[in-house]
Each structure stands twice: as C-alpha cells, then as structure tokens.
C-alpha cells in the first residue's frame, strides 16, 4: 500500500467490516473519487488490534477522513481515540460503541469454538440472514457477494478478527471527546446493531450527525450503497469546505 503524502483531494481511508474486502466499499469509493482520494485497508490479514490500528496509521501520512463499516467502524473509533489529529472526519456505519457485554462475548467465544470445529458458518447460507433486510434475501447479486467475500476470507480470518476485537469495552465517555466532523449511519433493519444502539452513540458525540437509510440491514453499503454514496458525498463535501 502506498503511503500518501501529498494530495490535492483528501484522502478518504475506508475500513471493512469482518470478512469483507474493499468490495463492500467498492461503490462508494469508485462514484467518490471525484472529490476524494479513496484507500481501503485490508483487515484481513492483522492478528491484532494493534495491527489493524497500524495498518491504518500507515495508509496515509495527512490527516484523513476516516470511514468504518461495523468491525471497521471499530477499529476506526479506536484510531481516532488514540490519534486525534490524524483524523478529519469520522463516518461510522453499522456501529456502536457500546461494547460487549459479557453475555456477548461469551456467545461470540463459542460461536468461534463452533467454526474451529466445523459446526457454523459465518454470513453465507441462513446465517447471512442475520445481515441484510428481509427485503433483499431474494437478490441474488448480493446473497452471492457477501457470501463470496465471506468465502475468500475463510474461516481463519473470521477466527482472527473476532479474537481479536473481541474485548469492545463501553466508549460512550471517551468518544464524547471527539471534536472532528463525525457522521453515524445506522440501517433501518440491521439486527447485529439496534436503531437505539447506533442513535446512543451518535448522540455521545458532540454535533454528529446521525442518519437512518431505510430498508438496509447490517449490510448497509452493499444493500443501499446510491443512498449511502449521496449521504457520503454531502457530508464530504461540508466537511471539506469547513474553515
């Protein structure tokens, strides 16, 4: 990955969420690159945290707009917690920063014992119900990319990034501290995070706006990414004209 130092456009960097690549930003950083300078860093392959909160460090030596997609968008709150000023912008989606309760990680420990043995899958076949609204279990264009991206991740990935995002504590008072231009988008149908849990941590934050798309699941931008995309872009665009 190139590291950038000198741009006329900003730079945007985008973060998947878990077992995705840069196809579930795909849209919105190809119709966005008319204003910004779009940077997807793979997730995949970090063993930790500390990894992934590298790898997005090293994307890009400016400060930089800053897009994270559920275990993305974890990642994200943890680098603009830890570096502030290398941060302009925060888009948060599919998300909340609520963190795990114990119940949780404990479902989360034995879903991962599950996949070591063979005995679940993660979003492909029914389970990937979970992800999407009920309104889009019949496109089959989007039931075959989540489950390809899911596919080409394996099971070693999920194993990876769900050990090591696993410790999500509670950051309602540590992100009411962020001072940049932060933008929370929540879909109108996801089961993975609540409307209550994405408008709670929006409303931490001082000034962020928070914005609902109707009939979108978990799996925001891929099920709606044109209403995303024009969210994205006047959003952008107001944060680039700022003084």
């Known amino acids: 990955m190139d590291i950038q130092d000198h741009v006329e456009k900003p730079v945007m960097v985008f973060l998947p969420g878990k077992l995705c690549d840069q196809r579930v930003w795909q849209q ?3 119709q966005l690159s008319d204003i910004i300078q779009p940077i997807c860093v ?4 970090c063993e930790t945290l500390d990894d992934m909160l590298s790898a997005v460090g ?3 030596k400016v ?3 800053l897009a994270g997609f559920s275990l993305g968008g974890y990642v994200a709150q943890e680098f603009i917690l830890k570096y502030p000023e290398r941060v302009r912008g925060l888009v948060l989606a599919g998300f909340s920063a609520k963190g795990f309760t114990e119940e949780e990680k404990q479902t989360y420990i034995k879903l991962m014992k599950a996949v070591r043995e063979g005995k ?5 076949g029914n389970a990937l119900r979970q992800y999407i609204s009920p309104k889009h279990y019949g496109d089959i ?3 075959n990319l989540i489950e390809d991206m899911a596919n080409t991740a394996g099971d070693a990935v999920f194993l990876r990034q769900q050990q090591a995002t696993l410790n999500r504590v509670k950051r309602f008072e540590d992100i009411a501290k962020i001072s940049c231009p932060v933008l929370i988008i929540a879909g109108s149908d996801d089961k993975l995070v609540t409307l209550a849990d994405s408008k709670s941590t929006a409303s931490a934050i001082p000034n962020a706006e928070f914005q609902v798309i109707q009939e979108s699941g978990h799996m925001t931008p891929l099920e709606q990414p044109d209403k995303l995309t024009k969210i994205l872009r006047e959003w952008i665009v107001r944060v680039i004209n700022m003084p």
């Open 28 to 30: 919105q950083m190809t």
């Open 42 to 45: 793979d997730l995949r392959y």
């Open 58 to 60: 090293h994307s890009c």
């Open 63 to 65: 400060p930089f707009l």
């Open 120 to 124: 679940a899958t993660v979003m492909t």
């Open 141 to 143: 264009d989007l039931v």
